[in-house]
Nanobody, 118 residues
Framework: QVQLVESGGGLVQPGGSLRLSCAAS????????MGWYRQAPGKQRELVAR???????DYADSVKGRFTISRDNAKNTVYLQMNSLKPEDTAVYYC????????????WGQGTQVTVSS
């Protein structure tokens, strides 16, 4: 079955960095666009960053210049490097995989908590 397993979350001080990883299994990874979403308490889930099968990237305005998404097709893994973290980045971060031809093949990870606080 399809599994997306996130790791790398935790507690970090403002201005700090974290790198999230999402390891995928059960899918042909190179045929999927991969994304990171986040959901803060009381708010809707929002797109943070997305990378296509061809490695084109897109970012939410709130994270541009601070976050970097990348993928390693050999390892079936997508990463989110988060620098200059702010308290407003606190949320549960979810990994998403969507097939480039059949968008209904859309999968989510279980989420990893990121807390930015002094």
């Amino acid at each position: 079955q399809v599994q997306l397993v996130e790791s790398g979350g935790g507690l970090v001080q403002p201005g700090g960095s974290l790198r999230l990883s999402c390891a995928a299994s059960g899918i042909m990874f190179r045929f999927y666009a991969m994304g990171w979403y986040r959901q803060a308490p009381g708010k809707q889930r929002e797109l943070v960053a997305r990378i296509t099968s061809g490695s084109s990237t897109d970012y939410a305005d709130s994270v541009k210049g601070r976050f970097t998404i990348s993928r390693d097709n050999a390892k079936n893994t997508v990463y989110l490097q988060m620098n200059s973290l702010k308290p407003e980045d606190t949320a549960v971060y979810y990994c998403n995989a969507q097939h480039v031809v059949v968008p209904s093949r859309n999968y989510w990870g279980q989420g990893t908590q990121v807390t930015v606080s002094s």
